[in-house]
C-alpha cells in the first residue's frame, strides 16, 4: 500500500516536472518570437493610455460609422503603414531611401493640380490619381536606376530626389498650398466603409498583397538573398539589380499612394510640409518591427506594429497635454535604443558583462 502511494507520488512530481517544463519552454519560444518586443511596446503603451487618458477604448457608432481613440490611431496611422511597407523591402536589401516624404509631395501635388480648385474636376478622377501614381513610380525608377544601375550608396541617390523633389513639388504650386473641393477625392483619406475608414481597407490590400507576394513566391527569399550578401547571390544567379531596382519603385508606390491618402485628408495638396520627415519615421517602424538595418531579415507585419506604436505614442503625448517637441525627444531616445539593440559590439560587451558578474558571484 505504501509502495503504491510512495509510486503514484512520484509520477504526479514528474507529471507536474513535465508540466513546468512544458510551460517554460512555451514561454521561452515566445519570449524569443520576433513579434514579442515590439508588440509588447505596443501593449505597454495602450496601457498608459487606459491609465492615463479618460475614454481611451471607448468606442461609439454615429450616423453608421465607428469612432473612437483607436479607430482614429488606426486611420492616422495608415499613411505611415504604407510608407513603412515599401521601407522594409528597401532595408531588407541593405538600401535606404530618404525621398519617401518628397514623393508623398509630388503625388498629392500632381492629384490636386489635375483635380483643380473647383467643385467639378478639370481631369477624371481616375486619371489624375493614375498620373499621380505615375509620378510617384517615376520617383522610384531614378531611385532604382541609381542604386542599382549605377552603384550610387543608396542614401546619396535618394538624397538627390529627397531635396529635387521637395522643390519640384514647390515649383508646380509655386509654392502655395492647393486646396481641392472635388468631395470624391477625398473619400481616400477620410472615407468611411462598413463603418470603418477607407484607409483601412487600402492598407490591408496592401500588406495582404505584399505578404503574399513575399511568401508565396520565391521573390522574398531573393530579397533577403541580396540583403544577406549581394556578391553571393549574384553569382548564384540572381538578377540582384533588377530586385533592388524593384523594391525601390515599389517603395516609391506605396509613398505615392500614402500622398494621395494624406492630400485627400486634408483635402489640399501641401507641397511643403506633407510628407515632411516621414521617411525617418518609416525607417523607425521598419526598425522598431524587428527587420535588421544589416538587411536580410525583414517583417512586414513588425513594420505595421512599429507604425502603430509611432502613431499611439504620438497620440499619448498630444492627449497628456506635453509639448509637440516631446515627440521628437522621445523618438530620438527610441532611435538609439534601437540601434543599441542591433549593435553586435553592444552585445557582445553585454555578453562579457554578465559573463563577468556571473563568474564574479561564483
Known amino acids: 500500500m505504501a509502495a503504491s502511494r510512495g509510486s503514484g507520488n512520484r509520477t504526479a512530481t514528474a507529471s507536474v516536472a513535465a508540466t513546468a517544463t512544458a510551460t517554460t519552454s512555451t514561454l521561452s519560444m515566445l519570449v524569443r518570437h520576433p513579434l514579442f518586443r515590439p508588440l509588447a511596446a505596443l501593449v505597454l503603451l495602450l496601457l498608459v493610455d487606459l491609465l492615463l487618458v479618460p475614454g481611451f477604448f471607448h468606442l461609439e457608432i454615429k450616423d453608421g460609422?465607428?469612432?473612437?481613440?483607436?479607430?482614429?490611431?488606426?486611420?492616422?496611422?495608415?499613411?505611415?503603414?504604407?510608407?513603412?511597407?515599401?521601407?522594409?523591402?528597401?532595408?531588407?536589401?541593405?538600401?535606404?531611401?530618404?525621398?519617401?516624404?518628397?514623393?508623398?509631395?509630388?503625388?498629392?501635388?500632381?492629384?490636386?493640380?489635375l483635380i483643380g480648385g473647383a467643385s467639378a474636376a478639370d481631369t477624371p478622377l481616375a486619371l489624375a490619381l493614375c498620373a499621380a501614381m505615375g509620378a510617384a513610380l517615376l520617383c522610384g525608377a531614378w531611385n532604382g536606376v541609381l542604386v542599382a544601375g549605377l552603384g550610387l550608396q543608396p542614401i546619396v541617390a535618394t538624397l538627390i530626389l529627397m531635396v529635387a523633389g521637395r522643390g519640384l513639388a514647390?515649383?508646380?504650386?509655386?509654392?502655395?498650398?492647393?486646396?481641392?473641393?472635388?468631395?470624391?477625392?477625398?473619400?481616400?483619406?477620410?472615407?468611411?466603409?462598413?463603418?470603418?475608414?477607407?484607409?483601412?481597407?487600402?492598407?490591408?490590400?496592401?500588406?495582404?498583397?505584399t505578404a503574399l507576394l513575399m511568401r508565396k513566391t520565391a521573390l522574398g527569399l531573393f530579397i533577403q538573398a541580396v540583403g544577406i550578401n549581394p556578391v553571393a547571390a549574384r553569382l548564384a544567379g540572381l538578377k540582384t539589380a533588377?530586385?533592388?531596382?524593384?523594391?525601390?519603385?515599389?517603395?516609391?508606390?506605396?509613398?505615392?499612394?500614402?500622398?494621395?491618402?494624406?492630400?485627400?485628408?486634408?483635402?489640399?495638396?501641401?507641397?511643403?510640409?506633407?510628407?515632411?520627415?516621414?521617411?525617418?519615421?518609416?525607417?523607425?517602424?521598419?526598425?522598431?518591427?524587428?527587420?535588421?538595418?544589416?538587411?536580410?531579415?525583414?517583417?512586414?507585419?513588425?513594420?505595421?506594429?512599429?507604425?502603430?506604436?509611432?502613431?499611439?505614442?504620438?497620440?499619448?503625448?498630444?492627449?497628456?497635454?506635453?509639448?509637440?517637441?516631446?515627440?521628437?525627444?522621445?523618438?530620438?531616445?527610441?532611435?538609439f535604443l534601437v540601434c543599441l539593440s542591433q549593435s553586435a559590439e553592444f552585445k557582445n560587451m553585454w555578453r562579457a558583462l554578465r559573463a563577468k558578474k556571473q563568474g564574479g558571484a561564483a
Open 65 to 113: 460609422h465607428l469612432y473612437g481613440s483607436l479607430i482614429d490611431i488606426a486611420n492616422r496611422a495608415a499613411p505611415l503603414v504604407l510608407a513603412a511597407l515599401g521601407m522594409t523591402l528597401v532595408i531588407a536589401t541593405r538600401g535606404i531611401d530618404i525621398s519617401v516624404g518628397a514623393v508623398v509631395a509630388i503625388s498629392g501635388t500632381v492629384a490636386a493640380m
Open 170 to 209: 514647390q515649383l508646380f504650386t509655386d509654392g502655395q498650398i492647393l486646396t481641392v473641393y472635388y468631395k470624391p477625392f477625398f473619400f481616400l483619406g477620410s472615407g468611411y466603409l462598413f463603418g470603418l475608414p477607407f484607409s483601412l481597407y487600402i492598407v490591408g490590400a496592401v500588406f495582404l498583397a
Open 242 to 335: 533588377v530586385l533592388i531596382f524593384f523594391v525601390y519603385v515599389f517603395c516609391s508606390a506605396c509613398a505615392g499612394l500614402a500622398g494621395l491618402m494624406i492630400s485627400a485628408n486634408i483635402k489640399s495638396a501641401d507641397a511643403n510640409n506633407a510628407g515632411l520627415l516621414l521617411e525617418l519615421d518609416a525607417i523607425l517602424a521598419v526598425t522598431l518591427g524587428g527587420t535588421s538595418l544589416a538587411g536580410g531579415k525583414f517583417s512586414l507585419a513588425g513594420s505595421v506594429i512599429g507604425a502603430l506604436i509611432i502613431q499611439t505614442l504620438t497620440y499619448t503625448i498630444y492627449s497628456l497635454g506635453l509639448p509637440p517637441e516631446v515627440n521628437m525627444v522621445v523618438k530620438s531616445v527610441v532611435v
